[in-house]
């Protein structure tokens, strides 16, 4: 498998989780706001004896602490109802 594959593939992955979770906090199907997942790879390449620390964490934080033009606005949009 090459780097770009790999790298391809993690970036699919991570939209998906974005897509998941925002959809589910959007529904109300995800109710805590402060989730986390970590782990930890067990080698670094620019550490000697060093491991590579993956997380993934959500929080609750005021609109006016983030940066001007960071995508604020989700980009999907729950529409009540269905189809006709």
């Known amino acids: 498998m090459s780097d770009s594959y790999r790298m391809e593939r993690i970036e699919r992955l991570l939209n998906e989780l974005r897509y998941e979770v925002e959809v589910g906090m959007m529904k109300g199907e995800i109710e805590d706001e402060t ?3 970590a782990f ?18 959500t929080r609750p934080i005021p609109l006016i602490a983030m940066p ?3 995508g ?13």
Do not use: D, N, T, W
């Not at 060093?50 to 964490?57: I, P, S």
């Not at 604020?72 to 006709?84: A, D, F, N, T, V």
């Open 35 to 37: 989730m986390c997942f």
């Open 40 to 57: 930890y790879v067990p080698i670094s390449k620019q550490i000697p004896k060093g491991v590579v620390q993956c997380e993934f964490r």
């Open 68 to 70: 001007m033009g960071s």
């Open 72 to 84: 604020l606005i989700p980009k999907l949009e729950i529409i009540k109802g269905g189809r006709s």
